[in-house]
């Protein structure tokens, strides 16, 4: 039972991803069928409703890439806790950062020593959520339990386990 917690892989909830590429599968098929059929003459339409397909595609890639990846949506390592759900892409926060792993509703808050060491390696584009995330839960790490393909009660135990463990 050496290695029991070395390299978990936690996998990501996909039902989330697919309902998104779906709806953005309706919303292309919409858009195409308004192109086909349109007989207005104004280009303003057309423009946009272009635009709007673009938009749709390139989300589609982004749903669908996530949709696909093998990737671990959580992964518990020696070094830390590796994140690649939602806001937080290829993120390694060091068990040492760590400063307390905390239970709320419907999440589990990580709080660290450093945010800004953190905050400054993300991309700028999710600035503003995680942002938010610090005013409303006081961490830029909120792990939401409808991302992870685990129970909450056993997430929280190999949470904390490891964090005992490797700290």
């Known amino acids: 039972m050496k290695g029991l917690l070395d390299n978990l892989f936690i996998p990501v909830k996909k039902t989330r991803i697919a309902v998104y590429t779906l709806i953005l599968l ?3 098929g919409i858009a195409v069928i308004i192109q086909i059929y349109d007989n207005d003459p104004e280009p303003f339409w057309d423009i946009l409703t272009y635009i709007c397909m673009v938009m ?3 989300l589609l890639f982004i749903y669908g890439k996530d949709l696909l990846s093998k990737k671990a949506g959580l992964y518990i ?3 830390g806790l590796y994140l690649n759900i939602e806001y937080y892409k ?3 926060v060091s068990w040492q ?3 307390s792993i905390q239970n709320d509703k419907y999440t589990v808050l990580l709080h660290v020593k450093d945010s800004q060491k953190y905050l400054s390696q993300m991309p700028k584009i999710y600035s503003l959520y995680i942002k938010g995330n610090i005013k409303r839960f006081g961490t830029l790490f909120v ?3 409808g991302q992870i393909n685990m129970q909450k009660d056993s997430l929280l ?3 904390k386990q ?3 463990k490797y700290k």
Do not use: A
Request: net charge positive; hydrophobic share 40%.
């Open 162 to 164: 490891s964090m005992k």
């Open 26 to 28: 309706c919303s292309l």
């Open 56 to 58: 749709i595609c390139y």
């Open 77 to 79: 390592k020696k070094q």
């Open 97 to 99: 950062d760590i400063t």
């Open 90 to 92: 290829n993120v390694l």
């Open 143 to 145: 792990l939401r339990f």
């Open 157 to 159: 135990e190999k949470l």
